[in-house]
């Protein structure tokens, strides 16, 4: 690996524990049933959403990523709502890191084409599903390779599309400080002149008025993903939170590394955090 990639201090035995009520090993298993057999359903259909126009193609994204993570057993709190794109460049989405529910989370609020590392290009069957629905592919551990990922993405992001990046490069707890935004892709938005949408990710437990993040959804370090998935699901009263902010626009700062801290400090920042614009799901 090389010594350039972002490595996050987190790991599953000090971040990773479920504080709070469990349900039942009979329940627990229907749901991770139900979240498993949805996950693969919108899988195997996604080929056919291609030939489906781009509207009809978000909502049908949109329903089915939230039904996963509601198959899964886990509320969705939104907070604000992304606006509504008007022609022109696209939209980079920038979000910090927790989970693999991240993935579904977003794309429930706003559906976009992935940034994702190459591995998963060769995982079976879903690298190449991923590959059908447009997931742009980066080689991590290549930095030589970083040029032409930028170009890749600049030109996409021309081409009006709205892409979603964790720039944090590797996945964090969330119950402290997140990693460092990595500049590169604000490069591209910079290129592109488009707006940078920041969004914050938290994971909540029960009681519905606890603020304290909940680690059972906390994906990290070297944690397996079926211990993950039990772990979810075992997990009573979970709630994702989404938090869609102010987008940036381009030009607002001068410099890829200004704009990568800008968007950083503002997912980092509590103060736009209003449960009187929420909506609960």
């Given amino acids: 690996m090389s010594t350039w990639l972002p490595v996050s201090p987190c790991t599953p035995?000090?971040?990773?524990?479920?504080?709070?009520?469990?349900?039942?090993?009979?329940?627990?298993?229907?749901?991770?049933?139900?979240?498993?057999?949805?996950?693969?359903?919108?899988?195997?259909?996604?080929?056919?959403?291609?030939?489906l126009g781009r509207a009809c193609r978000e909502l049908l994204t949109r329903a089915w990523s939230h039904g996963v993570i509601r198959a899964f057993g886990v509320r969705v709190r939104v907070v604000g709502r992304p606006d509504a794109h008007r022609g022109g460049p696209g939209v980079l989405v920038v979000a910090n890191h927790v989970s693999w529910l991240d993935i579904p989370l977003v794309a429930a609020v706003c559906p976009g084409r992935m940034l994702a590392k190459s591995d998963i290009r060769h995982w079976p069957l879903l690298g190449s599903l991923a590959a059908l629905g447009g997931t742009l592919f980066v080689e991590r551990d290549r930095l030589r390779a970083l040029p032409a990922t930028v170009h890749a993405l600049a030109s996409v992001l021309r081409g009006g599309a709205r892409v979603v990046v964790f720039p944090e490069g590797s996945t964090w707890c969330g119950r402290g400080a997140g990693g460092r935004f990595r500049p590169a892709a604000f490069q591209a938005a910079i290129d592109a002149e488009a707006a940078v949408q920041p969004v914050r990710i938290r994971y909540l437990g029960a009681p519905s008025g606890r603020r304290a993040p909940a680690g059972a959804a906390a994906f990290v370090g070297d944690d397996p993903l079926t211990a993950s998935l039990w772990r979810v699901v075992r997990a009573a009263g979970l709630t994702a939170e989404i938090h869609v902010m102010t987008p940036i626009p381009a030009g607002t700062v001068h410099g890829r590394r200004a704009l990568a801290g800008l968007a950083q400090s503002t997912v980092a920042s509590d103060r736009a955090n209003l449960p009187a614009a929420s909506v609960h799901h």
């Fill in 13 to 51: 035995p000090g971040c990773a524990v479920h504080e709070g009520s469990v349900r039942h090993p009979a329940p627990a298993a229907a749901l991770l049933l139900a979240g498993c057999a949805l996950t693969l359903t919108g899988a195997l259909c996604a080929p056919l959403t291609l030939l």
